[in-house]
C-alpha cells in the first residue's frame, strides 16, 4: 500500500512516499509557480520520479497546498482548482484525495468546493502529526517564508485561526521565514559602530543573506533567486546585506556587515517571540516547543528566549522527514480504504470532531447548567438541586454551574476599572468554579470533575458531575472572550464535547424565554441538541 504526500507550494514543492505506514522516500525541490504555471504537471511527474513511484502506478496522492496563495490567482478558490488540475492531469489513473485544515480527506470535486478547507492547511497536518507524539507542546514551524505557531493541547490542535487571514490575526502565523523575507521587512533600522542608520526598503537583501553571512543557512539551501542575480555564497550575501544601508562592501567591514546581519536577525528572532507569547497567552500551561522546518533554528533561539524546552522534530523522525514535515505528515495522516469511495479519516479527538460537525458518542445523557441567580434564595436552590439529583438517579448527568454573583463581582469590577476582555473572561469563569464547589457541598453522590476523562469516572461509578470548566477552557479556549458569552454557551459548548443529547438551562423562578440567554448562544448549540429552558420552579415536572 503507497500513498504519496503533497505540500504544493508556490515556491516549493515537498513530497514523501509512504508504503505500509512508512516513510521510503522524501524530496524537495524549488519551484516558483508563478513564473513557469504550465511546468506545473510535468514537475508533479518528475518529483513522483525522484521518490520512485512511475506516473501510472496505482498509488494514492494525499495532498495539501498553499499555492493558491499566488498572486498569478485572483482567489483561492482559482488556486484550488488549478493545483487539483494539474495533479490529476499528472496522475490520470490514481486516486487523489485533498487534505483540509479540519482533518478530513476529500476527492477533488469536494475539496473545489470547499476551497477555504484545503486552502493553506499544510500547517494542521503537521500539527497532528507532531500532537501524535506530544500532547502538550507549541509546534513551531519555520520555513522558506513563513513561521507557523501552532498550540497543541491534551493531545489536540488547539489553534485558533484556520485559514491565512484568521491565523495572522491570532499570531499562529508569522510572515518571516528563514530565506525569502526581505530585511526591510524585518527591521526599520540598524545598529553601526553604535550608530543607528535606516535601511532601504529597494529588497536590497533577503534574510537568507543574513542567515548565509552568519553561517546559519548553507548556500546550498538558499534556493530563491538572489536579489542581484549574484550567487548565494557569504561572498556575495556581504555584498547584498552592505546594500541594506545603501553602501558597499568598500565603504564597509566585516564588522560592519557583523552589526547588520546581528540586527536583522535578533530582530526576526524578537518578532517569533512576540508571537510565541501572544499564543501562550491563551494556553500557559504548555511548556514545550517542537521544533521544524529549515529555519528551525531560527525557531530554536525563539522558543529558548521564550522560556520554552526545545525538542527538535528531526531527533524524533528524522533530518528530512521534519525538513518537509507537512508532505510526510499528510501522508501519514491518510488511512486509505479501498471499500471507502469518500476516504474520508476518521478524527480522534473532540476538537476535530467538534470542527468538522460530527456527532460525538452520548458520554453523559443531559447536561444541567444551574443559573447563578438561584443563589437569591437558599430554599429554590436546594429544592432545584434536590430534583436535579432526582433526574441523574436515572439519567448520566453533568451539572454546570453558573456565574451567578460570582461573575457579578467581576462585571462590577470590569465597570469600574476597564479590565480586558481576556481578564474578565477568565475571572468570570473561575467564578463558576467557586459555584461547582458550592454545589458539591450540598448534593450528597456528587464529584467535582475539571475534564472528559474526570466525567467519564464520575458517571460510570454512579455519581453526580459537577463541573469547575476552568481549567479545561484554558486548554482549548474554544469561544470568544467577551460578555457576549456567558455560562450558557459555556454549557452549551460543554454539552457538545460530551455528546449530551439535551441541555437543561435551569433560571430562577419566573424567568423564561429566548431572551433570557446570551447573545452567542445560538452559534454555541452544536447540531442535534436539544435545549431547553425551565424555570426553577417548573423543574418538578422534568423530573
Avoid at 540598524?190 to 543573506?209: P, R
Avoid at 464529584?447 to 467519564?456: A, K, R, S
Wanted: aromatic share 4%.
Amino acid at each position: 500500500m503507497t500513498t504519496i504526500g503533497w505540500d504544493v507550494g508556490g515556491v516549493n514543492i515537498k513530497a514523501a512516499r509512504v508504503d505500509d505506514g512508512r516513510i521510503a522516500a522524501i524530496t524537495g525541490v524549488p519551484f516558483e509557480l508563478q513564473r513557469a504555471p504550465k511546468a506545473l504537471v510535468r514537475v508533479l511527474r518528475d518529483v513522483a520520479a525522484m521518490l520512485g513511484t512511475p506516473v501510472d502506478a496505482q498509488v494514492t496522492h494525499a495532498v495539501t497546498m498553499t499555492a493558491e496563495l499566488s498572486q498569478m490567482f485572483r482567489t483561492k478558490r482559482e488556486g484550488v482548482a488549478f493545483v487539483l488540475d494539474a495533479i490529476e492531469s499528472a496522475f490520470p489513473a490514481s486516486r487523489i484525495r485533498v487534505y483540509t485544515v479540519d482533518g478530513r480527506f476529500l476527492a477533488p470535486a469536494d475539496a473545489r468546493a470547499e476551497p477555504l478547507a484545503v486552502a493553506a492547511a499544510n500547517w494542521a497536518a503537521t500539527a497532528r502529526m507532531v500532537a501524535r507524539r506530544h500532547a502538550d507542546a507549541l509546534l513551531i514551524d519555520i520555513g522558506t517564508t513563513t513561521s507557523d505557531v501552532v498550540p497543541i493541547v491534551a493531545g489536540q490542535v488547539a489553534a485558533v485561526g484556520h485559514t491565512d487571514p484568521g491565523r495572522l490575526r491570532s499570531g499562529e502565523l508569522v510572515y518571516s521565514g528563514a530565506l525569502r523575507t526581505p530585511c526591510e521587512a524585518i527591521v526599520d533600522a540598524v545598529s553601526i559602530g553604535g550608530e543607528l542608520y535606516s535601511v532601504s526598503a529597494e529588497s536590497f537583501a533577503l534574510i537568507g543573506d543574513v542567515h548565509v553571512w552568519r553561517g546559519a543557512l548553507d548556500p546550498a539551501d538558499y534556493t530563491c533567486p538572489t536579489p542581484d542575480g549574484r550567487p548565494a555564497a557569504r561572498t556575495w550575501a556581504g555584498d547584498r546585506l552592505a546594500r541594506v544601508v545603501c553602501a558597499d562592501r568598500e565603504m564597509l567591514d566585516e564588522d560592519d556587515v557583523d552589526a547588520i546581519a546581528e540586527g536583522v536577525a535578533n530582530a526576526q528572532v524578537e518578532r517569533i517571540v512576540a508571537a510565541i507569547r501572544r499564543v501562550r497567552d491563551r494556553y500557559p500551561s504548555l511548556r514545550c516547543a517542537v521544533t521544524t522546518g529549515l529555519g528551525r533554528f531560527i525557531a530554536d533561539a525563539a522558543a529558548s528566549a521564550a522560556g520554552l524546552e526545545v525538542v527538535p522534530l528531526d531527533a524524533e523522525v528524522g533530518r528530512d522527514t521534519a525538513r518537509y514535515a507537512p508532505a510526510a505528515a499528510v501522508a501519514l495522516l491518510l488511512e486509505p480504504d479501498p471499500l471507502d469511495p469518500t476516504l474520508v479519516v476518521a478524527r480522534t479527538s473532540p476538537m476535530e470532531r467538534h470542527m468538522a460537525g460530527e456527532t460525538r458518542p452520548a458520554l453523559v445523557d443531559l447536561v444541567a447548567k444551574l443559573g447563578g441567580g438561584l443563589l437569591a434564595s437558599v430554599g429554590t436552590l436546594d429544592a432545584t438541586l434536590a430534583a436535579v439529583a432526582d433526574i441523574a438517579s436515572h439519567r448520566r448527568t453533568l451539572v454546570v454551574p453558573g456565574g451567578g454573583p460570582f461573575a457579578d463581582v467581576v462585571r462590577d469590577l470590569d465597570a469600574r476599572l476597564a479590565l480586558s476582555d481576556t481578564a474578565a473572561h477568565w475571572m468570570a469563569i473561575l467564578g463558576m468554579d467557586q459555584y461547582a464547589q458550592l454545589i458539591a457541598s450540598r448534593v450528597r453522590g456528587s464529584v467535582l470533575v475539571t475534564d472528559l476523562v474526570e466525567i467519564g469516572r464520575a458517571l460510570d461509578a454512579g455519581g453526580i458531575a459537577v463541573l469547575m470548566p476552568s481549567a479545561w477552557l484554558r486548554r482549548v479556549d474554544p469561544l470568544p472572550h467577551s460578555w457576549d458569552v456567558t455560562s450558557d454557551s459555556i454549557a452549551a459548548w460543554v454539552a457538545g464535547e460530551v455528546g449530551a443529547r439535551e441541555l437543561l438551562l435551569i433560571k430562577p423562578p419566573g424567568v423564561m424565554g429566548p431572551d433570557c440567554v446570551d447573545p452567542f448562544f445560538g452559534q454555541a448549540v452544536p447540531p442535534g441538541l436539544t435545549s431547553t429552558i425551565v424555570s426553577a420552579d417548573r423543574i418538578a415536572t422534568r423530573v
